[in-house]
């Protein structure tokens, strides 16, 4: 299935312009305007967040079709096949109806309605292979992947030692049908392993006994025995997880008034800026949920054609505000340029 951007500017407003012959004068002036001024607002109401909780049966993953990302000494982080998720879209609950309608306008953005979680996005890829040279370990942190979609930056913050990891995107359906899965794949994993690592420490120490008692007994052929299912509510990794969907400024609300002293080491987002009529509540989300001596990690485009946002205004608009001090990580050279930089809250000596 292709995809592209596919958003509508408002075209009252386009038509004044051209009757007046502002037309020009104004598209010059939109382009110099401050992130504030955008006009592409959702065209929906703000979408209440709400906090999704894993099913403890893994059967669910049962006949789930997986692939797998390896990026240098990182450990493996498993998702859901998107091409086999598309085609059984009509299969799954949705009732925010945004698999259908994702297919039916050709289009990974419906502002307000769906923001892009169903796709793995570039700069997703661009994070993690920055935090890979950075050797972030994440070891005793709380961690926020904030716009998750299928959680592989977060899943990688559990992986590598995360104390709690929160998880938040627009969207129920994607916590639901993608990032909860994706975490429970990993998560099983995590849990096979173990016990693959203690069934085999078992057989080597029968073994040991055997020979040291001159029965060692020969091979009868037998197949393994299929790893058996346990139930994920048990699994410690997965007990480090919370999800959380809707609009940033609800979920804000809803983790201040479930721990108002809740502040998160590490925030993880890619590919959230694309749009400036978000930057006042993604600002202030950050700002209230970052620790005092906490990193945010922002991979993004340069530009989002057709939707308006990019890194240039969203600097523009930090460096305004005066909260945070932003730093370039990596800024790649190829086609459309893409960038992970660093959010760090100022000091009192920096401002």
Same mark, same amino acid.
């Given at each position: ?68 990302? $390896?990026?240098?000494? @990182? ?6 096949? &998107? *091409?086999?998720?598309? /085609? #059984?879209?009509? %299969? ?31 700069? $997703?890829?661009?994070? @993690? ?6 050797? &972030? *370990?994440?070891?005793? /942190? #709380?961690?926020? %992947? ?50 693959d690592d203690k069934e085999g420490e078992k057989q080597r120490e029968d073994v040991f006994k055997k020979k040291a008692k001159g029965k060692e007994e020969e091979e009868d052929g037998n197949p393994p025995m299929k790893k058996r299912a346990t139930d994920l509510s048990q699994n410690l990794l997965l007990n480090r997880c919370q ?109």
């Amino acid at each position: 299935m292709s995809f592209c951007f596919n958003f509508d500017l408002p075209a009252q407003k386009a038509q004044a312009d051209e009757e007046d012959g502002t037309g020009e004068k104004n598209e010059e002036k939109s382009r110099a305007a401050l992130p504030t001024e955008n006009k592409m607002k959702p065209s929906e109401p703000v979408k209440e967040a709400t906090e999704h909780f894993p099913p403890s049966d893994p059967h669910v993953l049962m006949d789930a079709i997986s692939e797998t990302v $390896t990026i240098g000494t @990182l450990p493996p982080l498993h998702f859901l096949n &998107e *091409t086999v998720f598309e /085609k #059984t879209a009509s %299969d799954r609950e949705d009732c925010e109806k945004i698999l259908s309608r994702t297919a039916e306008q050709r289009s990974d953005l419906i502002s307000g309605v769906y923001e892009g979680g169903l796709k793995v996005w570039e700069c $997703t890829y661009d994070l @993690l292979e920055v935090i890979e040279k950075d050797g &972030e *370990t994440f070891g005793g /942190k #709380t961690v926020l %992947d904030l716009g998750c979609g299928a959680g592989l930056l977060g899943i990688l913050a559990l992986k590598r030692g995360a104390k709690q990891v929160h998880f938040q995107d627009y969207n129920s359906t994607v916590i639901e049908q993608l990032t909860v899965p994706n975490v429970m794949l990993n998560c099983q994993e995590d849990d096979e392993d173990s016990e693959d690592d203690k069934e085999g420490e078992k057989q080597r120490e029968d073994v040991f006994k055997k020979k040291a008692k001159g029965k060692e007994e020969e091979e009868d052929g037998n197949p393994p025995m299929k790893k058996r299912a346990t139930d994920l509510s048990q699994n410690l990794l997965l007990n480090r997880c919370q999800f959380f969907s809707g609009d940033w400024s609800t979920f804000l609300t809803l983790v201040l008034k479930k721990n108002p002293s809740l502040k998160y080491n590490i925030i993880l987002t890619s590919e959230t800026i694309y749009n400036t009529a978000y930057y006042p509540v993604l600002h202030e989300t950050l700002h209230q949920l970052l620790a005092p001596d906490g990193l945010i990690y922002l991979a993004t485009k340069s530009h989002y054609f057709g939707v308006g946002g990019g890194l240039h205004l969203f600097e523009t608009f930090v460096e305004e505000r005066g909260i945070f001090s932003l730093s370039h990580l990596w800024d790649g050279e190829e086609g459309l340029q893409r960038h992970v930089v660093v959010l760090r809250i100022k000091k009192p000596k920096d401002t």
